[in-house]
């Protein structure tokens, strides 16, 4: 198996969880062609751990950014994913992944999602699903207790979103804002692609710290996370429905709030929205399929309807073209199909 793939992993301040992500790379059973680090401004021992990775492997490099002062997630993860990005040719690499340097992955994780992607060329973005430790003890392995993350399967996760390139390139990139791993998905749909994530053992990973809890804590994180769903366009009614969802998950209850409360400040400041009217047309009218049918009938509905889109997009015959056999003078397209032509209009229009 050939396909080459680049990691894109921004990070700052990850001396607890780097060297056990980058063994986690340099072990996988398909390597990647090129890993670029994009330290953004570390303060610890980080640096030091990425240049020891540097030296022994050729396909590691590390940029280095400017200390910006704090850790800053959403926009400014996606700056530093950015700094990687233009550094290189993207149209070198079949697959482009936007890694967080805080995983624990399978040895064959690229392999399998690469597998996926090969076998189904409709699959635009694809991830595992991720699990936490529950305890504070930190797991070495995925016996004992770990804590699902709940991504819907209509999702690649953010923390390890593998991306077809011209898939990537398609839907214009990362949205640099809170809500940029959400919105990316949709757009996806909007063009036709597919976006998942599987619950397959062989690749689930291990997320080092819980996700949204990297910046001042996971209530903080959950509050953002109501900003972005306000950000992105998603309608009152989901956004409740969703953080009542939520509060089953740890923390239990004020998880959930958190949601709902960020979503709510953010609509009574009425602070800005994401600037796409269509996009947020497309997003409400799925969100409200889910809502009556199920997130995973609405997805296979909509996934369905915008296969035509996606097979126009990218020069793939429709699945009501005719086959070559039947194409040509000797038969006519109406409204009710393909049907023979008159033989005398076929013979006149052949001799031509």
Known sequence: MTPNYCLIIPCRDEEEYAERTLRAIVNQSLLPAKVLIVDDGSTDRTPAILKQFEKRF???????????????????????????????????YKYICKLDLDLDLPRVYFQRLIEKMESNPRIGTCSGKPFFPASRNRTKSFEGELVSEGCGDEMSVGMAKLYRT???????????????????CHRCRMKGWLAESYD?????????????????????????????????????????????????????????????????????????????AEFRRFLRQFQRACLWKGKRTATQLLNAKM???????????????????????????TSTGLHPRPVEAAVAEESR
């Open 58 to 92: 050729p396909f590691i490099r590390v940029i280095t950014r400017q200390d910006r002062g704090e850790r800053q997630v959403g926009p400014g993860v996606v700056d530093a994913f950015y700094a990687g990005y233009d550094s290189i040719d993207p149209d070198q």
């Open 166 to 184: 011209v898939c990537f390139q398609e839907i214009g990139g990362f949205v640099r804002e809170v809500m940029w791993d959400g919105i990316d």
């Open 200 to 276: 397959d053992p062989e690749i689930r990973f291990l997320h080092l710290r819980a996700m949204g809890s990297s910046q001042h804590g996971i209530l903080t994180g959950r509050f953002r996370h109501g900003f972005g769903q306000y950000f992105m366009g998603t309608g009152w009614t989901y956004m409740m429905a969703s953080a009542i969802s939520r509060m089953k998950q740890r923390p239990r209850v004020f998880g959930g709030a958190a949601m709902a409360w960020g979503y709510m400040a953010s609509w009574l400041r009425q602070k800005p929205r994401y600037q796409d």
């Open 307 to 333: 296969e035509s889109q996606w097979r126009y997009n990218n020069g793939q015959p429709s699945r009501l073209d005719p086959p070559e056999s039947m194409r040509g003078p000797r038969f006519e397209t």
